[in-house]
T-cell receptor
Framework: DSGVTQTPKHLITATGQRVTLRCSPR?????VYWYQQSLDQGLQFLIQ???????AKGNILERFSAQQFPDLHSELNLSSLELGDSALYFC?????????????FGPGTRLLVL | ELKVEQNPLFLSMQEGKNYTIYCNYS?????LYWYRQDPGKSLESLFV?????AVKQEGRLMASLDTKARLSTLHITAAVHDLSATYFC???????????FGTGTRLKVLA
């Protein structure tokens, strides 16, 4: 158990809908990262937050957004969902944001868009 | 654009044998990460390599980094079945903090 929690574990929804994925980092970790894993695209870095501020942005679609709240939990919002958004979404956390740190991954949320 | 290539993509090996997984990346970076993923599970961080010549070992796995060659290796010594998993390397571009993953190497260790 990494200490990172994600909810929900599974999510089934329809095209055009909007969903919110939630991540709670390990106690004491200030950075949260979001990743997408799919058969087509492999593992992709989406976005990183550090202590409430956006730190780095990767291949995140404009339909997707994220935020980190004062209690350090983070949410990833996916809107206008398409079939291709079906994937496993992981969050990870680390203590700082300087790079070169060990990241601890949550169990993931499996999203299926029908 | 930073690209990360791993080879082989698939590796089937006998228990007790040694093998190496290679990770090449295309632009300057001095931070290289190795992860393990079991089927249907999340990622587990194995190694973080932060400088040229860095070498880290944990059990039967040893990772090294050559930043001049833009190459990292993950060496498996005397493989056992429990090492069967998919191994990913990742790099973050200098100053960008954007993580790019390799395609993964699916390792199967046969008894």
């Amino acid at each position: 158990d990494s200490g990172v929690t994600q909810t929900p574990k599974h999510l089934i929804t329809a095209t055009g809908q909007r969903v919110t994925l939630r991540c709670s980092p390990r106690s004491g970790d200030l950075s949260v990262y979001w990743y997408q894993q799919s058969l087509d695209q492999g593992l992709q870095f989406l976005i990183q937050y550090y202590n409430g501020e956006e730190r780095a942005k990767g291949n995140i679609l404009e339909r997707f957004s994220a935020q980190q709240f004062p209690d350090l939990h983070s949410e990833l919002n996916l809107s206008s969902l398409e079939l291709g958004d079906s994937a496993l979404y992981f969050c990870a956390s680390s203590v700082l944001a300087a790079g070169g740190e060990t990241q601890y991954f949550g169990p993931g949320t499996r999203l299926l868009v029908l | 654009e930073l690209k990360v290539e791993q080879n082989p993509l698939f590796l089937s090996m006998q228990e007790g044998k040694n093998y190496t997984i290679y990770c090449n990346y295309s632009t300057t970076s001095d931070r290289l990460y190795w992860y393990r993923q079991d089927p249907g599970k999340s990622l587990e961080s194995l190694f973080v390599l932060l400088s040229n010549g860095a070498v880290k070992q944990e059990g039967r796995l040893m990772a090294s980094l050559d930043t001049k060659a833009r190459l990292s290796t993950l060496h498996i010594t005397a493989a056992v079945h429990d090492l069967s998993a998919t191994y990913f390397c990742a790099v973050d571009g200098v100053g960008t903090y954007k993580y790019i993953f390799g395609t993964g190497t699916r390792l199967k260790v046969l008894a």
